[in-house]
């Protein structure tokens, strides 16, 4: 099934989950669902390429915040 400009409902779908190009050949973060949109925006740094920092650091951090 395909809507009045003739893309398909599927291809669509791909676009909005974020598993596709825009009819342009582009992927852009406004394709994901609003709330893949906020899950980037609170961890920016790591979405453009900051690493995760290991559980063990993750855990220091909350002790030596919470002392």
Known sequence: MKDKSGVSYTRKAMIRCGLGLDLDGEWQESHLFPELQMIINNHRAHFDGTPVPE????????????S
């Not at 559980?55 to 919470?66: G, H, L, R, T």
């Open 55 to 66: 559980e063990a650091e993750v855990v220091e951090e909350i002790v030596q915040d919470n």
